[in-house]
């Protein structure tokens, strides 16, 4: 799927139409500013067979109606291997951009989960069957491969993890830290965006959060399988993103000092 932006400005008490008509007077004040944090927000297609995929959804769903202060680019990646280093890494070089967050579905778990950790591997030893023989359509190569040759075997995510999670189970989802993304196409993710930002040299704050099955995948199952309503996970996720913008203006603000 394409890229398609979105662009939020921050709405104080007191604006006024502008006469020009373009707007509110202070939203214009804060453009010249440059005072809005540049996010690119990512999700994923559905996968294995499903007919949805949250985190597709949820990222659509916040780029439709951004916290204050918050311009986002919303960027939904095929399930495919390799497919971030064609798109998600030439979308890390935009200019001025702050701040990445991947979102990612993982279904089986019941929480969302903050991952703290993206390993140079992919593999298909957690996917069932029809996941596995999706993989084996897409890849020329062997199913279990080094990310990148010759570089480092895990990168941490660039915000505080433990922060973020309490952030975001304060905000009434369910969230916990995860120390293994997997080592599928969300690890993936994770691993070469880190790899990226570390090698150009690239401040950006950046993590990944997976959120698990909506109700109407997990009644397709054939066993019980743990999910989560889709209100709840978009009330974490827009905590999440609300707690990057705070990060990168924090941090601004001390580089500024």
Known sequence: MGRHA???????????????????????RERERGMAMHLLLTGFEPFGGEAVNPSAE?????????????????????????VTFEQLVPALDAPGLDAWLGVGQAGGRAQLAVERV??????????????ARAIQDDFAGPLEQT????????YFARLPVVRLAAHMGA??????????????ICNEALY???????????????????????????ATKHTPVPSMARETQLLGVRAAVEFV???????????AR
Not at 118 to 131: E, F, T, V
Not at 177 to 183: M, R, Y
Not at 245 to 255: F, I, K, N, Q
């Open 192 to 218: 070469v965006a880190e790899h990226h930002l570390t090698t150009s040299g690239r401040g950006l704050v950046s993590g990944f959060i997976h959120v698990p099955y909506l109700p109407e995948q997990a």
């Open 171 to 184: 905000a009434g989802a369910p969230t916990a830290v995860s120390h293994s993304a997997g080592a599928y």
């Open 58 to 82: 949820i990222v659509r769903l916040i780029a439709a109606d951004p916290p204050s202060g918050v311009e986002i680019t919303v960027l939904v990646l095929p399930v495919r291997g390799r």
């Open 147 to 154: 990310l990148v040759a010759g570089a480092p075997a895990a």
């Open 6 to 28: 979105v662009r939020a400005w921050p709405l104080r008490s007191g604006s006024v139409p502008n006469p020009k008509g373009k707007g509110f007077a202070s939203e214009e």
């Open 245 to 255: 913008r705070d990060l990168v203006a924090a941090r601004a603000g001390v580089a």
């Open 118 to 131: 993206g390993i140079n591997l992919l593999i298909d030893r957690d996917l069932d069957a029809a996941d």
